[in-house]
């Protein structure tokens, strides 16, 4: 295929794999992030098969459980009581779908990414490059930047998260609404993790309105906590805004104590909160030369566990679809096609399982209840 550059705009977890699936199938990419730095926030993400499949293929999968904490028992417990509910384990899980899942530091992840993607090309990322719009024509894209910058390639992929410039540049009039939801997070160092919650590993506790998940960090030295309430409205745009513990607290009084116990132990200025935001499935993810992958494409609330392991499947899926068309105008197409209805699936099978989440009457279905960690990005026909 007769293609000299890829773009992607956003340099977050997937833009960087997506880079990567791209130059380790001999494409020459450019990444452009509009933050002055690439770097990843410290938070906690869960990774579950499907996607270390792919981490397997872009040869990351094995550092990154070594710096990671493999989840030993998956604890659905009361809320109110914390007796356990169900549990599953590591082992379970292995058994079923051939890998553990992984409580994984996001900056571990994307640092892992990123020293992979300079090796193959130490000047390919660029920051301080916040995308505005863009030209294309039947040879390629032309982006244009903040402050009249602007670079040309054959094509070009928003990897730019949920409030993606590129995806309300190419559809105008659909814009993220907020969804109901508020999220606190925090990370708690393990000596100040309670004993019951500590020996548990990980804990989620579903109340009427209410989901709290905690997990392990690193080998067990962070506890990564998010919480998530309903609520009618919110007005703060970000995604890091600054909380307090009582804040915290108070939206899930009624918690059994060591789980309240855990909130109040945040260090303080630790905690952060935001309201989540969602749009609607697209009937189109591609126009002309320019795609989308990651919450660009599908923006998924977090009730799943599958927002990062959706953008990490699409990035293997858009290298291997280009490795293997004659054009990229074909390569898109297979792309859109493979990925697509997977992408749709999840994101409202994701939307689904908020609701049933804070509805005791109701009975979850985990992702791996609803067979998503079955999923091989690395042999799924593209």
Known sequence: MDVKQIAIIGAGIGGLAAALALQRRGFRVAVYERAKEIREIGAGVVITANARRALQDLGVDEALEACSSTIAVFHTCHFATGEVLRAVSSEDIRRKSGLASLGVYRADLHNLLMKSVLAQDPHCLHAHSEFVGLEQDGAGVTARFAGGGTARADVLVGADGNASAVRTFLFPDEQPKFNGQIAFRALIPEALVPASVRQRDSVMAAGPGRYLLC???????????????????????????????????????????????????????????????????????????????????????????????MAIEDALLLGRAFAISATPDEALRRYEEARRPRGTLVQLSSREEGLTLQDPSKKRRTAQDRGLLDYDPATVPV
Request: aromatic share 10%; charged share 25%; proline share 7%.
């Open 215 to 309: 997990y392990p960090l690193r080998g067990g030295r962070i506890m990564n906590l998010v919480g998530l309430v309903q609520s009618d409205a919110w007005e703060e745009e970000g995604w890091a805004i600054p909380a307090t513990n009582d804040e915290f607290a108070r939206a899930f009084a009624g918690y059994e104590p060591d789980l309240l116990e855990l909130i109040r132990n945040i260090p303080a200025g630790d905690v952060f909160k935001w309201g989540l935001r969602d749009r609607e499935p697209l009937k189109q993810w591609t126009v002309g030369r320019v795609t989308m992958l990651g919450d660009a494409a599908h923006p998924m609330t977090p009730f799943l566990g599958q927002g990062a392991c």
